[in-house]
């Protein structure tokens, strides 16, 4: 069963305007997210973290929001670049995890000049 | 090196072959993981690493993979009969410890089972 799910497998958007992206969890035991970025033939690479007793965490041109009712988080880059053209992995863990991270599909962000 | 290196980049191999996949993590980190993403999904945890000692392998599908970090700091994966099924990008990260530290990725070992 996939824990983390990331239902949009690609999303466009014009260079200057906010992207959103979207990202929903099922166990309830979750309480460390993570969005990762990631391009072609390397690693993913950290992007921001949001601790579940936040709402929100920002950092630059990235937003990161928890809605733990719903158990949804997206992530907002504004604006955005066309340097910002990656897969974004949402991922979780449970306390006590760590770094042992549940991972989404990814979404294919691309930025179009 | 300033990041963590994983050899080969690329390795095919055939059918029942045994293979070797080396993690080179970033120099003091005490955690180390080992991912595999399979295509068109996310990384999928295996094992984690804590020293040398592996903390968690809850992650490891089966008896035919196994992963050693004898010093605490080298980390090999290996995969015995391997099979088509095995194929995917294998992933290393490691961390300053084992808490919610950053964790550094490496560019992975794209497997292929012919």
């Known amino acids: 069963d996939q824990q983390v799910k990331q239902n949009s497998p690609s999303l466009s958007v014009q260079e200057g305007r906010i992207s959103i992206l979207n990202c929903d969890y099922t166990?309830?035991?979750?309480?460390?997210f993570l969005w990762y970025k990631k391009y072609p033939a390397e690693g993913p690479t950290f992007l921001i973290s949001i601790s579940s007793i936040k709402d929100k965490n920002e950092d630059g041109r990235f937003t990161v929001f928890l809605n733990k009712s719903a158990k949804h988080l997206s992530l907002h880059i504004v604006p955005s670049q066309p340097g910002d053209s990656a897969v974004y992995f949402c991922a979780a863990s449970g306390a006590g995890g760590g770094n042992k991270l549940t991972f989404g599909t990814g979404t294919q962000l691309k930025v179009e000049l | 090196g300033a990041g963590v290196s994983q050899t080969p980049s690329n390795k095919v191999t055939e059918k029942g072959k045994y293979v070797e996949l080396r993690c080179d993590p970033i120099?003091?980190?005490?955690?180390l993981y080992w991912y595999r993403q399979s295509l068109g999904q996310g990384p999928e945890f295996l094992i984690y690493f804590q020293g040398t000692g592996a903390a968690d392998d809850s992650g490891l599908p089966n008896d035919r993979f196994f992963a050693v970090r004898p010093e605490g700091s080298v980390s090999t994966l290996k995969i015995q009969r391997t099979e088509r099924g095995d194929s995917a990008v294998y992933l290393c990260?490691?961390?300053?410890?084992?808490?919610?530290?950053?964790?550094?990725f490496g560019q992975g070992t794209r497997l292929t089972v012919v």
């Open positions: 120099s003091g980190h005490t955690a």
């Open positions: 166990n309830s035991m979750f309480d460390y």
């Open positions: 990260a490691s961390s300053l410890s084992g808490g919610r530290t950053e964790a550094f």
